[in-house]
């Protein structure tokens, strides 16, 4: 097969960030998706629905001319969101769902939540209006190794949570791990996950082996190929769970070449080129659309798109680098390599 046609597929999980940097952001993303679920981790976070708004009209603003784009709005949880916030959602058009940050767990989280049992009020609400919850599932005690965090999460924090709020809607975002896949299989259909392009093509020797590569450092930092090989399993299965988040978060080069370098993989302006190599070496590329197009949007209650895009098996290559604010550069995950399939 050479040429696929696709419905036009969302992104559940993106970082545009604010400001100058949605000059960058937002043409990229808008160039590859109709939706993207737009994380609310900004400084300071957005954490109303007023807030919400506001923010997607700074991102539609950048939106290039004769580009249908859909931002979706997601509020960040904190140990103060109220009840009253929950309903607000229900009745916004742009506002899809809140994201659950651990205090601590990854960029710009120190505003998330100390102990989940603090928001188990506004769980409850989530549950009675089927409003999804978004989570980083990593447990963040120092003491825990970095390569064990998403796995304690399933066991300590969210087992209970299911237990006790078994309708809740649960996306457990950019899964790392074999664990964290075969927990997701054990529940019922009411939780989902997303899988980054960087997690179905790498694992940590990519990122370790002959000198640190800190392009491929992202949290939950990537792990071993056994793991990655379930996710790839998982991600081809046609099983509607799992579905596409890129988790395409920008850093300036400065920050990520650094002594004590940033966590976040951009690559937004190639994602589908990505997936359908990590699709295609795994022989399954006709079970992407339902990945990318289709299953996100049927877990999230919203109509799958109409339109269509078309890859085609020719060389693509990433760029090196991007412009990004005044006077910085962004390098995208595997900038300057060739990847076998190009959107048209
Ligand atoms: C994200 C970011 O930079 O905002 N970084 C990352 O490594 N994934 C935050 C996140 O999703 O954890
Ligand atoms: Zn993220």
Redesign the pocket.
Known sequence: MNTITLTQPDDW?A?LRDGKALERTVPDLSSQFHRAIC?P?LVPPVKTVEEAIAYRKRIMAHVPEGVAFDPRMVLYLTDHTSTDEIQKIKQSEHVNAVKL?PAG?????ANGVSDIRNVYAVLEQLQKHQVPLLL?GEVTHSHIDIFDREKRFLDEVLQPVIQQFPDLKIVL??ITTADAAQFVLAQSDKVAATI?PQHLLFNRNDMLVGGIKPHF????ILKRQSHQATLLEVATSGNPKFFLGT?S???AQDAKENACG????YSAFTAIELYAQAFDQAGKIERLEGFASHFGADFYGLPRNTQQITLVKEDCIVPDSFNYLEDQKIIPLLAGKTLQWRKV
């Open positions: 999980h970082h994380m981790n940050y767990a990854t960029t710009n989280s980083h975002e950019h980054t450092y992202c949290l939950p988790d978060a920008p850093h940033c966590a976040g993989c």
